[in-house]
């Protein structure tokens, strides 16, 4: 598997724009993303915080592999929030030790 961090932070004031951006727009549209396994947004904890999180994993192949840090940023958040990001980073790696396509997270404590 492919895990894909973006690490995200939104303009000052932008944060509630950004998150109905992305409930809206890229929550629909990312679940339909072939090759796509899970997507987990994260939000700031705090009110004053402007970090926001989103981690993709997709199944493993080159495909995916291949991509740069613009086309993975194009697939996951939608181009009208991009106006709202002050910095934005993709990280990228390969899973190990776990199976190629798990059925539910490996640590859920709700």
């Known amino acids: 598997m492919i895990i894909h961090l973006i690490h995200a932070k939104v303009r000052a004031g932008k944060q ?35 970090e926001f999180i989103l981690v993709t994993v997709w199944k493993g192949h080159k495909s995916v592999e291949m991509h740069h840090q613009e086309e993975w940023i194009q697939k996951v958040i939608p181009h009208e929030a991009l106006p709202l990001l002050e910095e934005w980073h993709v990280h990228g790696y ?17």
């Open 16 to 50: 509630d724009q950004f998150r109905q951006i992305l409930e809206l727009l890229a929550l629909p549209e990312i679940q339909a993303k072939n090759g796509m396994l899970a997507f987990y947004p994260g939000q700031p904890l705090g009110p004053e915080s402007n």
């Open 94 to 110: 390969k899973s190990f030790g776990v199976l190629e396509q798990p059925l539910k997270p490996l640590f859920q404590n709700i």
